[in-house]
């Protein structure tokens, strides 16, 4: 597992740029929750590259990612970004290392 830090609101536009190349997986994580603590364990098994946002420390940018996307907050969650758009996403439990791969071999199929 690879992971970049989100730590401005430029990052959003960065990772918007580069999902036109290949899609972009943010995940969001809130440090004192231990469903997140657990879920971060799992993805860290994973090979995949991670944009990672701490959101106790960078809410406001949470804020930025929900209103960009459209996608309800929730902690931990997965978006998946493909041209600019959240074309997945997927919280708590739900977010499965191996549906997350599926989902990006689906994207190149």
């Known amino acids: 597992m690879t992971k970049h830090d989100i730590q401005t609101i430029e990052r959003l536009d960065e ?8 899609p972009q997986i943010i995940y ?21 590259e991670l ?8 809410r406001p940018i949470s804020n930025a990612i929900e209103a960009r996307y459209q ?4 902690s931990p969650q997965i978006l998946i970004i ?8 997927v ?8 549906e997350i791969r599926a989902f990006l071999d689906s994207l190149n199929a």
């Not at 990772?15 to 190349?21: E, H, L, T, W």
């Open 15 to 22: 990772i918007d740029q580069a999902s036109f190349q290949r």
């Open 28 to 48: 969001k994580h809130s440090t004192t929750c231990e469903l997140n603590q657990m879920i971060w364990n799992q993805l860290q098994q994973s090979d995949l």
């Open 51 to 58: 944009q990672y946002l701490d959101l106790l420390t960078y």
């Open 71 to 74: 996608v309800r907050h929730e």
């Open 82 to 89: 493909k041209e600019g758009k959240c074309v997945y996403h």
């Open 91 to 98: 919280s708590h439990r739900k977010i499965k290392n191996e």
